[in-house]
Each structure stands twice: as C-alpha cells, then as structure tokens.
C-alpha cells in the first residue's frame, strides 16, 4: 500500500491562505515564547504587538478588573485615542464570558475578549481599531484564548525561577546573617532581602518586647529614627502574635484587624499585605514579619507568605544566636576585666616599677620568658600580667605545674592522647598546647620536669608542631611560653640536671623577682591591696589596719613572700571581729619561729649573739622605711640620735651622720 505523508507546513488550515491559518500559527509561537519567557513585560509588549497587526487593531491592552469596582491596565500597545474607557463593554464582556464587538460615536470599532476563568495577570484583551471585519470576534477569542494559556505558562515558569531566586537568597542570607555583629542593620538587611524577593513596596520585622506587652517595628520606613513601638494586641501584627498564623489581606482599609493608626503616623497608604509569625528555636513566636503593598497589582500569594516564612526563621534564629553570642562576649570580657584586676603587679619598690615597665615592654611580643624566683614571690602573676596586657589576651591562659607531672604522664598531659592509646585512653582528650592554642602556655617548676620530659618540650618548641600519644597526625601549635622555677637553673645546667639547649631556648627573656624581705616597702601596699579585694568577696565594709598592725607586718621576715601575704589578709578578712585590724589580731596567724632561719648562730655567745641580732633587726627598720633614719627611728621607738648611738655602739658600718 502507499504511504501518503504530510508536513505540519502542508497542513491546510496553518496556509497563510486560510482564513484561521494565521491565528493558529501565532498561536502556536506565542505558546513557544511563553515557555521561553524569563521577564513578564518584554513577552507581553511582543505578544500584544503581534496580536495587534494579528487583528489588524490600532491599540490593544491586557486588562483587570479591581476592587471598587474598576479596571487596571495592565499591559498595552499602540494609541487608544479615546477621551473615556469602555467600562460597561468591558463589564458585559467579563459578565457574560462573551467576545463583544461594537461601534462608538467616532466610527471606532471597540472589542473585548475574555480571558479564560483563573487567567493570571488580567482578565480580557481589550483592543480599538477603525475598521473591523466578519472574523474579528472569532480571531479574537481564539487569540484570548491562546493568551490565557501562555499567560498561564508564564506565570508557573516564572514562579519557578522566583522559588530557585528565593531559595538561593535565603541562602545566601543564612551565609551572611552568621557574620553580623549587630541587631539594627541585621534586621533592616533581612527586610530589605524581603521587599526584593516578594517583590513589594515595604517590610518590617516586629519584635515582641513581652515584659511591655509592645511590638517594635524594625525597620519602621518612613517613621523618624526608623523604629516604632505599638501595643502588640493591636491590628494585622497583634492577631498574628495571638495566633501564631499567617494573614494575607488583599484589601487593608476594608479589614477591621487593620491598625491604620499606623499610617496616619506616617502618611503611607497600605493597599494589601501579609504577616507572618517569628518564631525561635523552641517554636515560641517572638515576632511578626510583614510584607506591604504587592507592586504587580495582585493579591500575595502562598508563595509569598512561604517565603516571608523562611525569611523569618532566619532573621529568628540569627537574632537569638546574636543575642547569645553578644552575651558570651560581654560575659567573657567581664571575665577576662575581672582576671586582670586580679593579676596586678602591686608594688612601690624599684624593683615592682621596673618589672611593670619590663612586663609592659614584653607583652607586645612573643619571646619566651623565664621567671625566676622564690616560692610565692608572685611567678604565676607575672605570667598572667604578660598574656593580658598582650594581643593574647582574648585567648586561653593555660598553666602548667611540671612539678606534679610524673614522666609517663607528661606527655599525655601536655600534648594529649589518642582514644585507646593506653589502658586508660577511653576518648580523645587535648593536651595543654592544644587548649592553650592562640594564647599562652605557663610552666611552673619548671626546673623540676624529668629529663625524659625536657627532651620532648625542647623539641616541641624548635618544630612547633605536637603529636599526641598514639596519634600520628602533626597538629601546628600557636603558644607563647612563659616558664617559672624556683630552682636555681645554671646551677642545675652545671651539674647536668637540666638541658642546656632547653635553658637558652625558655630563656630568651629572664626576670627575676626579689624576696618580699627584700622590698620591704611593697609590703603595706599589697596588705591593703589583697584587704580590699578579700573584703568584698566576705561581704563586709573594708577593713583599715592600726598603726601597730602595720609595724607588725613590717617587722615580719615573709620567709612565704608575697604569698603568705596573700593567705593572711584572706584569713583576716573572713574571720577579724572589727573593721579595725589591731596587732593581737595577727599575732595568733603569725608564727613566732617563722624567722629562725635568720636567728644568730648557736656558736656565738649570749653577747655576741645579742649583739648580732640588734644589728640585723635595725638593717631591716631602716630598709623597710627606705633608709630614711627619721622614720627608722620612729619605728624602732627611739629618737634619732638614740639610734645614731646604738648603731655605734654595735659598732654597724651603715653610721655615716653624727647625732
């Protein structure tokens, strides 16, 4: 049998000859475009353009009709060139369902043709032409009919591409908002986000400030100092709080929830909106979000109130971890405000001033330093002086005491474990260096660590990168080391107890701390330093010292330093009756045998041994009041030419004056 075969280009009623053959063939292009579509307006203006010379019409336009009621041009072509509008044509038109063709009083051939029912964007093509002919109806209908379909597929492509946008956007905010360090211009970008996504003339976010029972709009545009505050039971933002749902109006005037109070303030016009709830972590509503005014003349759409939804969990949450963090960075500088005061370098003598410019100098840097010095002078204190007064300051401080490290677990300590690296490995910990990264790492006793112990600290320190026990994977470290002893260092080098590579590496640097005995001045200042601080955490009005208190302590030897000081003033300010501390109250804390390591040998006699002790009891009065005499008297309870003649009696080589 033969095969009769047949292109789309043959078919009959697609010839330019036939009377629908061009309808058709534009109908088919304007379905094609429309899939094609990215914008609304550049398709509307090419498709009414060739509807138009389609139709042969002077002026043809998409129309809608409105609340009120009234109609809206929504998109048009050519030149209407008529002094009023055809409504009740296109009433009927809409009405009835129906294509209307007549003639006005000018000759002009008006024409409406229905959109099918639930068409976006518009309701009929309208046109105006001078001249019309038998087909122009059913032309007509057949092009609305046409437009209505590809209105529809423009509508769901560019919803599509509005939902890809917003998803993106959304985001993309979520990025951003992880950054923002503050409240104000955070929740004036997420409106801004939202006016462009929803494509409408205003937003605002509502807080609810529920100790006040008010919501504050931010931003409010258009109100000075952009910032609004309102009942929060009242109008659209009010029922959304008690409901906890979303509101679309499409006509804001109309609505009894509307609160126009707010746009007398502000001399806006509301037409439309949607508000929808804020809500946290725990699902509380915390706020509303409102979008205002749809800039295509259209009601907002489930999509819209999606998106406004989206938008809000995330400026919710974003203000909730802001408000968290905000709270973490005031606590910790608080913390850190706190941690300073109480690492101050207090002092009057020489020695305590240079050691603050030192320190000043010092902590700037990263050197190594070393701080030596009897038990108690203060080591640790100088350590923590250095870190926060440096740019470590927001960072860990992070000690260490090597004296209480045994070799086996050092390492583990300082450099940490693996899970299952020894018998009591049950999880992966950190070591020291780790916790201390960024900051500062002080070592105490330094002088006591094992030499298995130093060899592993030396090399951590020249590779500055760590392994811990049982791993493999080399983890940079970022620490200063700040190392302290009480020990005598070269002298342990000498009798090969302690690296000597290890000793010039933490050594860079080196400040020693003199004995309390020998700065005697510092003794009241830091007495009085440490009563205030202990008087507050007792919770009790600060205590003042007697004259004979302040002798008493200055006449005692400190063989403690600085912290036996410390320890006494805290014992005075939990357990003293009075807010005056007398004498007898220290003489129950002060151990009279405390100075026998300066007593005289038992090798002397009474004499000598007497003799002996005055000298050294009169050097200390004198160093303790700066070697002014006067006062070195006063203390001693004699007059000034009394000590002249007691001192040479004792024959003491400090006599340089006569009476």
């Given at each position: ?17 036939s ?31 060739e ?20 109609w ?8 209407q ?15 009835r ?187 509380n ?12 003349n ?21 203000l ?24 101050s ?37 100088v ?5 926060y007064?440096?740019?470590?300051a ?23 474990h ?40 030396l ?40 690296r ?64 036996e000081?410390?320890n ?41 041994a007497?003799?002996e ?47």
């Amino acid at each position: 049998m033969a095969t009769d075969w047949k292109t789309i280009h043959q078919v009959s009623m697609l010839s330019p000859a036939s009377v629908c053959g061009t309808v058709m063939q534009l109908s088919g292009k304007l379905l094609s475009d429309a899939v094609k579509a990215v914008e609304f307006e550049p398709f509307i203006r090419a498709s009414l353009s060739e509807i138009a010379t389609e139709l042969s019409v002077q002026w043809i336009a998409l129309v809608q009709r409105i609340p009120g009621p009234a109609w809206a041009v929504v998109a048009e072509h050519g030149q209407q060139g008529l002094a009023s509008r055809p409504i009740s044509l296109w009433d009927d038109a809409l009405d009835r369902d129906a294509a209307g063709v007549t003639k006005n009083d000018q000759g002009r051939i008006l024409a409406a043709f229905p959109l099918t029912s639930g068409t976006p964007f518009a309701h009929l093509i309208v046109t105006v032409g001078r001249h019309a002919d038998e087909s122009l109806a059913e032309s007509g209908l057949m092009m609305a009919r046409t437009m209505s379909m590809a209105l529809t597929l423009l509508e769901r492509e560019l919803q599509n591409r509005r939902q890809v946008e917003r998803l993106r956007s959304t985001l993309n905010i979520a990025s951003r908002l992880s950054i923002a360090e503050d409240a104000a211009p955070l929740l004036e970008q997420i409106a801004h986000e939202a006016t462009r996504l929803l494509n409408c003339d205003r937003s605002s976010i509502f807080l609810w400030d529920k100790d006040r029972n008010e919501v504050e709009a931010r931003p409010a545009l258009g109100v000075k100092g952009s910032s609004l505050r309102i009942p929060a039971g009242e109008g659209i933002v009010g029922e959304t709080l008690k409901t906890g749902k979303a509101i679309c109006v499409e006509n804001a005037y109309d609505d009894p929830r509307f609160n126009q109070e707010v746009d007398r303030k502000s001399g806006y016009r509301t037409r439309n909106l949607i508000c929808v709830p804020l809500r946290d972590a725990q699902n509380n509503v915390v706020g509303a979000f409102e979008g205002i005014n749809q800039n295509e003349n259209r009601p907002f759409s489930e999509d819209d109130i999606e998106c406004l939804t989206q938008l809000g969990t995330q400026a919710a949450v974003a203000l909730r971890n802001l408000q968290e963090r905000n709270l973490l960075h005031r606590s910790n500088s608080q913390l850190a405000e706190q941690v300073t005061k109480g690492v101050s370098l207090v002092g009057e003598s020489a020695a305590i001033s240079a050691l603050r410019d030192t320190v000043r100098r010092l902590a700037s840097t990263d050197l190594p330093v070393l701080v030596l010095g009897e038990s108690g002078t203060g080591k640790e204190v100088v350590a923590q002086s250095l870190h926060y007064a440096g740019n470590r300051a927001n960072c860990p401080f992070v000690a260490v005491n090597c004296a209480a490290l045994t070799e086996s677990l050092l390492e583990s300590e300082l450099f940490g474990h693996e899970r299952g690296a020894f018998t009591d490995a049950r999880d992966m910990r950190q070591g020291k260096f780790e916790l201390a990264d960024g900051g500062t790492l002080f070592l105490d006793e330094i002088g006591d660590m094992s030499p298995g112990g130093q060899a592993k600290l030396l090399r951590v320190l020249e590779q500055k990168v760590i392994t811990r026990v049982g791993g493999s994977q080399a983890i940079p470290i970022n620490v200063r080391i700040v190392a302290a002893t009480n020990a005598n260092l070269s002298e342990a080098v000498r009798a090969r107890r302690f690296r000597e590579d290890l000793y010039y590496r933490l050594g860079v640097v080196t400040l020693d701390l003199p004995p309390l005995r020998e700065r005697p001045e510092d003794i009241l200042p830091l007495a009085e330093f440490f009563l205030r601080r202990f008087a507050v955490q007792a919770r009790r009005p600060q205590l003042q010292l007697s004259s004979e208190a302040r002798r008493r302590l200055q006449s005692h030897a400190w063989p403690g330093n600085v912290r036996e000081l410390r320890n006494l003033m805290e014992r005075i300010a939990f357990l003293s009756p009075n807010d005056r501390v007398e004498a007898e109250d220290l003489a129950f804390i002060l151990n009279p045998d405390a100075d026998s390591s300066r007593l005289p040998s038992l090798e002397l006699g009474l004499d000598e041994a007497t003799r002996e002790f005055q000298r050294d009891f009169i050097r200390r009065s004198i160093r303790q009041v700066s070697d002014n005499m006067t006062d070195a008297a006063r203390l001693l309870g004699l007059h000034r030419s009394n000590l002249y003649r007691k001192m040479k009696q004792l024959e003491m080589k400090e006599v340089g004056g006569g009476e």
